[in-house]
């Protein structure tokens, strides 16, 4: 397929790798939440030339300050002409949604970055999906919240064709502070399935934490007795003690990752554990954890707030 200038896909996409005087792109961000936004902010500042589109426009807007961006109203007006394509959305049904929309002012020959977590089937049907838009198709989810977002210091878990890396590492580079390449093919998702077994090591403790806690309270046990009595040792976290501070010191919100999105994270992974003949018992009570969170109203706090969940039988007798 031919690019709009009359260019072959391939031709273009040589073109823009060995264009080393000029490495900036013109980027396309859809979705702008926490993670959207602060890669779209660390891509401008960067030196690329970027347009964002969210469904909700008023996420989108405040990125109308930033120098080099430009709010588009419409997937099509954001796409248009973009050398690179970058979806983060909230799961595979709606990126395949949005690229739809933006099908027809897509440029054919385009590098197609798509780091939303969509699950592995998913993640195969967007490559059949970039295929028949004529585009290059990137898997590349990240892991990291909204700080390392904001600093550019996530982790891309990526893969796609060797060749064409040159033309969407500008990118990369931009938004992460290492990429790790697990294959050539970016349909085949073995980033996504990657970025699965990292979160249900993530989405785990995250649990174990709010239950450590849950239970320090029901027994009147101090939280800093446990602390001191794995302080230094192997059982001690950074992590356990970042998410523990923000439940104790009430500071769930602005959320770094939303107990909605980690409920979305968590049934990907047990059914990619369900299809592939594993039996994931933690994940399975982490989803329902994150779950019954999201009911208490807790969906748009830090995921830490599955802390709550422990507590839903007593709420429910208050009532």
Same mark, same amino acid.
């Given at each position: ?15 823009l790798? *060995?264009? &080393?005087? *000029? ?6 961000v ?15 500042? $960067? ?8 469904? &909700? ?10 120098? @080099?961006?430009?709010?588009?109203g *419409?997937?099509?007006?954001a ?7 970058? *979806? ?6 709606a ?16 590098? #197609? ?40 210091q996530?982790?891309?878990l %990526? ?14 580079? %931009? ?5 790790? #390449?697990? @294959? ?13 077994v990292?979160?249900? #090591?993530?989405?785990a ?7 450590v ?9 101090d ?19 970042a ?9 769930? &919100?602005? +959320?770094?990752?939303?107990?909605? &999105?980690? +409920? ?18 933690v994940?399975? +009570? $982490? +989803?329902?954890?994150?779950?019954r ?5 807790? @969906? ?15 709420e429910k007798?208050?009532?």
């Amino acid at each position: 397929m031919d690019s709009p200038t009359g260019k072959t896909q391939s031709a273009w996409l040589t073109e823009l790798m *060995t264009d &080393t005087e *000029t490495p900036s792109r013109t980027v396309a961000v859809l979705g702008t939440g926490i993670m959207g936004a602060a890669m779209a902010r660390n891509l401008a500042r $960067s030196g690329h030339a970027v347009r964002v589109w969210n469904r &909700t426009p008023a996420k989108a807007e405040p990125l109308a300050a930033e120098p @080099g961006v430009h709010v588009s109203g *419409t997937p099509a007006e954001a796409v248009r002409d973009a050398d690179v394509v970058l *979806t983060m959305l909230y799961d595979g049904d709606a990126v395949r949604e949005v690229m739809r929309e933006a099908a027809p002012a897509l440029r054919a020959g385009a590098a #197609w970055v798509q780091s939303t977590t969509a699950g592995v089937d998913a993640i195969r049907e967007l490559g059949s999906q970039a295929d028949e838009l004529g585009l290059v198709f990137f898997d590349a989810p990240v892991l990291g919240t909204r700080q390392p977002a904001e600093a550019g210091q996530l982790l891309v878990l %990526a893969a796609g064709p060797a060749e064409h890396r040159a033309a969407v590492e500008p990118v990369l580079d %931009a938004v992460g502070a290492r990429t790790v #390449w697990t @294959g050539e093919e970016g349909g085949a998702g073995s980033a996504t399935r990657l970025k699965l077994v990292a979160n249900s #090591w993530v989405l785990a403790v995250t649990n174990a934490t709010g239950e450590v806690l849950a239970l320090a309270q029901a027994l009147g046990v101090d939280p800093q007795n446990f602390f001191d009595a794995i302080e230094g040792g192997p059982l001690d976290m950074g992590y356990l003690r970042a998410k523990s501070a923000l439940i104790l010191n009430d500071g769930l &919100t602005p +959320a770094s990752f939303a107990v909605s &999105t980690a +409920a979305k994270d968590a049934r990907l992974i047990v059914e990619a554990g369900e299809r592939n003949g594993v039996r994931l018992d933690v994940a399975a +009570a $982490s +989803a329902e954890r994150f779950r019954r969170a999201v009911e208490q109203g807790h @969906g748009d706090e830090d995921m830490a707030a599955a802390y709550f969940a422990s507590f839903e039988e007593k709420e429910k007798e208050q009532q």
